[in-house]
């Protein structure tokens, strides 16, 4: 009985997300910057001739991570303001009372409303990343090497950060949850980048910004792998030093351990977003 209710909620949430306006945009969105980048690529293959030359693949690989997250924030604020309203909205506007006044269980109803929102975002990844990678191969001749395991740690990218939306949807309004979900995604990015500067300074402090940012918030972690999933992996032997401070390369992949912390940090988020909803009053 339980297993189906969460179904039927999560089947509930992707259509209920499907008739939002936030879809709408993403699709605005997400058309233009796929549209942006085959000019882009296509302006590559003018200047280099197809990718025959170390400086060609490093452009490639480079622009093509460029794109890739600017899909992934796509992502990111489409899930991350899908997920307050999802939860919070109907709160304030009472739909939850007249649910749960039925014998339903209030966690039932989260999980099958964090399984629509995963549904939609890994759907989002999947379509929108197969769409940029047939551009590259048509217009360069590139594919990436692990094109799978890269849009399979995008879509846990979204995972994540659709997780904690939910979680602060349950303490604070639709909107605010939004903003600070995707500023806590901003935040992240920007300490990893500093983090990268600092390895390859070799500044153990600098360093340490990156690597306790990736621990707190695992969406730039996750993003370093897949970057280094879709790039060239000729491009260690192309580049010098400051390879690890590029924002849009990736030195190396992620180990089993942090995709374990990854997965740990859904579920105990998850476990927190579930507690705070049962006494959150209707």
């Known amino acids: 009985m339980t297993a189906r209710i969460v179904f039927t909620v999560a089947a509930l949430t992707l259509q209920e997300a499907a008739r939002r306006r936030v879809l709408r945009s ?3 969105l997400t058309i233009t910057l796929l549209a942006l980048s085959a000019w882009g690529f296509s302006r590559l293959d ?52 007249a649910i749960l006044a039925r014998p339903i269980r209030r966690s039932a109803v989260l999980l099958g409303k964090w399984l629509g929102l995963v549904a939609f975002g890994s759907g989002f990844v999947a379509l929108a990343g197969l769409a940029q990678f047939l551009i590259v191969r048509t217009t360069l001749g590139y594919w990436p090497p692990q094109p799978a395991i890269g849009l399979a740690l995008l879509a846990a990218q979204t995972i994540v950060l659709l997780t904690l939306g939910l979680l602060l949807s349950t303490a604070i309004s639709p909107m605010a949850s939004g903003i600070v979900a995707v500023g806590l995604f901003g935040a992240t990015w920007i300490a990893g980048v500093i983090g990268g500067v600092g390895q390859a300074l070799a500044n153990d402090s600098v360093a340490r910004v990156g690597t306790i940012s990736q621990m707190l918030l ?23 030093p400051g390879f690890g401070a590029s924002p849009f390369l990736s030195q190396a992949p992620l180990t089993t351990a942090y995709l374990g912390w990854a997965g740990l940090w859904v579920v105990l988020v998850l476990v927190l977003a579930g507690l705070a909803f049962q006494r959150r009053d209707l």
Do not use: C, Y
């Open 218 to 240: 695992p969406t730039d972690g996750l993003w370093r792998g897949a970057m280094h999933a879709f790039q060239d992996q000729t491009l260690f032997t192309q580049v010098g």
């Open 46 to 97: 003018a200047e280099f001739g197809g990718l025959t030359t170390g400086e060609a693949k490093v452009a490639a690989s480079t622009v093509l991570n460029l794109v890739m997250f600017g899909l992934s924030l796509i992502a990111a604020l489409g899930t991350a303001f899908l997920a307050g309203p999802t939860l919070a909205g109907e709160v304030e506007s009472g739909t939850a009372l």
């Open 26 to 28: 993403l699709a605005v």
